[in-house]
């Protein structure tokens, strides 16, 4: 018995999970109210292939027991041919997705062919739409989940923070050692550090300090949190500079003979040691797997490369490639599934009104959640005790905003 066919057998012994039952009254509610011709064929389609189970067994028991004898077909390629083989008059298909909610969107089409037509073609009539939502329960996540690879990532309702320019970095870390997390942003000239609501604890304009010769044309620098000490490398000074939070004010740190701080990838002992590029937004590191000028990236035990053609490089040695990966990328240890490191990354669209974060499954990017603008930055943190994915977003016609993702369950 495979994974998927187990855990529907679980899950039926047990009687169908309540948001599933749910959807699936909804949807027959649906069904019945067209008054189809019965038989009735439903073919449920999911990426979770448990969960399109469940809703069409449950749907047909459904409809059957309303009076429209219904049997489950198979989703696939030419349902209609199958489902007219078998006796049906009308055909209902479904897709069953979720994220915050469970939700299905689909059709009702009579499969009536007039005999008298021969090979003349005659119109069908109109299909009825089918909708319905409800809220998912942790019995349709998990049944979700025992077929299913793709991490479901939920993006919060409302940004955590705006601001009127544009995001240069983002990181977070615990600065005053309360044990709480603090944000950390690079925008618009200065820093800024909020708590974990967003609300502003502390800002210090970066302007004072001296030019650099040929300032990056867009935001653009790098931010680490190092013993409560934030290191901050921006493309419109000529130096970086360290800062501690202090009574609600961000001081320097050491004195004027102190080597000034270095853009990094990382943060840890592994981190790898960097130089912003006059003019552009890129960073230049030692050639690494061949790669020697980046956007971004991160070393924790593993290695990410964010390239400026859209591509990236993963892995311990940088050995795997990835392609339609944007400036919006980390490396993730609780995006994925399967345990160890992952991406979650944005797209490489230049600017799109709507970008998406991803995860990488190891062989393809999951269809991840939909993010209203371009995302620039990403970083792993944890908020109010919970694993979350920071966002630095920009959005039109200018600004940013910090944004929440989620895993759903």
């Known amino acids: 018995m495979n994974v998927a066919l187990a855990a529907l057998a679980a899950v039926l012994a047990a009687g169908p999970p ?6 699936a009254g909804a949807l027959s509610g649906g069904v019945a109210a067209a008054r189809p011709a019965a038989p009735v064929a439903v073919a449920v389609s999911s990426p979770a292939p448990a969960v ?17 004898p219904s049997f489950v077909l198979p989703a ?15 055909l209902v298909t479904v897709e069953v997705r979720l994220d915050a909610e469970l939700w299905a969107n689909g059709q009702l089409r009579s499969l009536w062919r007039n005999f008298w037509a021969g090979r003349a073609e005659i119109r069908s009539p109109p299909a009825t739409a089918l909708a319905a939502s409800v809220q998912a329960d942790d019995g349709a996540r998990r049944l979700w989940l025992s077929s299913r690879a793709e991490p479901i990532l939920v993006l919060d309702r409302e940004p955590l923070a705006r601001f009127p320019d544009r995001t240069a970095a983002i990181t977070t870390g615990d600065l005053d050692g309360d044990g709480r997390t603090e944000l950390v942003v690079l925008v618009g000239g200065e820093v800024q550090v909020l708590d974990e609501g967003g609300r502003l604890l502390a800002r210090r304009s970066l302007r004072d300090l001296p030019a650099a010769p040929q300032p990056a044309r867009e935001p653009f620098g790098t931010l680490c949190v190092r013993e409560r000490r934030i290191d901050v490398a921006w493309a419109g000074a000529a130096a970086g500079i360290s800062l501690r939070l202090e009574r609600g004010a961000l001081l320097p740190v050491g004195d004027a003979s102190a080597r000034p701080p270095e853009p990094t990838l990382g943060c840890g002992p592994d981190a790898l040691r960097a130089r912003l590029l006059p003019g552009v937004a890129r960073l230049q590191i030692p050639s690494t797997a061949g790669v020697t000028q980046v956007w971004g990236g991160e070393m924790r035990g593993t290695m990410l490369l964010l390239l400026p053609d859209g591509t990236a490089r993963a892995g311990p040695l940088g050995e795997t490639r990835l392609a339609d990966v944007g400036a919006g990328a980390a490396l993730s240890e609780r995006a994925g599934l399967s345990g160890g490191w992952t991406v979650a990354a944005s797209t490489a669209e230049a600017n799109p009104a709507e970008d998406r974060l991803r995860t990488w499954t190891g062989r393809e990017w999951t269809q991840g959640v939909a993010v209203p603008g371009r995302i620039l930055q990403v970083a792993e943190t944890v908020l109010e005790g919970k694993p979350v994915l920071l966002l630095g977003v920009w959005t039109r016609p200018w600004g940013s905003e910090l944004r929440v993702v989620r895993r759903a369950w």
């Open 18 to 23: 309540g948001s599933i039952d749910a959807l």
């Open 52 to 68: 399109a189970d469940a809703v069409a067994g449950v749907l047909a028991a459904r409809l059957t027991a309303s009076g429209f």
């Open 76 to 90: 696939g390629d030419d349902t209609s041919a199958r489902a007219r083989a078998q006796g049906a008059e009308t």
